[in-house]
């Protein structure tokens, strides 16, 4: 009876008030270019918590490649389906911005920067023009990784200078061992080994400060000429790799060293897995340079969303995954690559307690050490070039490394055609 009781309740509530209505949902869709399906996983797990924590929105994500992005994105936002969030980084983000009319995020990066603290590099290359365009979730940098046996048992250490650098390279090339592993073909890999041995050599500067270009001048030809030297002790093949394949060398062995973002998870897998064996160093530098460099990245979420409850739920969205407690966990979705932006996030323990993070820590450690001279192209000294958008969409670096290394072109004469094609893309 006291059951019946309840439901007569309950109907005639329904028939005073009506039926209650459906929860109304906001969906946000994401753009990433995380496709290895680990990192997937990662991040569908993390959407999968958010969700079940806000029933009121539903947040998905669709992984899309690099090779695709840069003509996806402006497509979909011409089709009126472009993504709410999307993933990327500094000179994407000035392609973005001349097909799409962003709304500064900078009161939100405001908000995130009092709790979070973000570090200034990792919020620099998103603010010019009087905005903010994208909010800093992670930062990868190039370092130069080796098997320490191999370079014990040559009885050489980890090169600093170039010139060290070379003759590490021709000791360790033998029985069937390379003793570098560079790309030469036109993609973004190329794109930044190409700069990473740039900034090594006081080129890191494509923009005088007018924003005309000096692409070309002796330094850079002097880089591009180094590299077309050091390239002889590459695998015969390396033309075409792109990071798995360099990746792939150095687990296997058959590559003594190589320039990558992480090899961690590679190394682990299919390396051994003997911490004390994988060394890291910084870039070598010139022989006339003080200290290393190398090529570091600031990723970011571009809120595309123009509905007001869709940029309300991104914004959200975003902001749980730079809690401490969940921000680690999407940091290791590629344990080693993707480093902190934010104070609290570096000494999260989601991060640190990682198991793989645990077990290189030392390497880690370097990492976020090498990335403290991190530089990237058209975002230079506190300056940023939005130029530098279609050049890097060309792959202009990487396609004159390659005239240089597989043409044979001298490289004089390729960064002088490497220029052109930089101001014509750039008109």
Known sequence: MRFKGHALAGAMALTVFGALPALAVTEVKIWHMEQPPHRVQRVQELIDAFNAANPDIKVSQEPQSWGEVYAKVPASIAAGNQPDILFAIPDFTTVIRKVDKLESVADFVKELDAKH???????????????VWAVPLYNMSLNYWYHKKAFADAGIEAPKTWTEWKSAAEKLSKDGVFGVGLPANKQLYTDQTTYAVMVNNGASELFNADGTLRFDNPKTVESYAFYKDLYKYSSPDAANWTWGEAEACFASENCASILQFTVISTYDQQGGGDPSQLGIAAVPHADDQKDSATIAYSNAAIILAKDAAKRDAAKKFIAYLLEPETYGKF?????????????DGAKSASFWSDPLVVKYK????????????????????GRVFPAI????AQNILAETLQKVVVNGEDPAAAVK????????ATK
Not at 119 to 130: H, L, M, Q, R, W
Not at 362 to 381: C, R, Y
């Open 117 to 131: 603290h973000f570090i200034p590099a990792t919020v620099e290359p998103y603010s010019y023009d009087g905005g």
């Open 389 to 392: 958008g279609p050049i890097s």
């Open 331 to 343: 940091l290791t979705m590629e344990p080693g690559l993707f480093l902190p932006v934010t104070a």
């Open 417 to 424: 055609a490497g220029q052109a094609a930089m101001e014509a």
């Open 362 to 381: 030392p390497q880690v450690e370097q990492m976020i050490a090498n990335s403290a001279n991190g530089k990237l192209f058209g975002f230079t000294d």
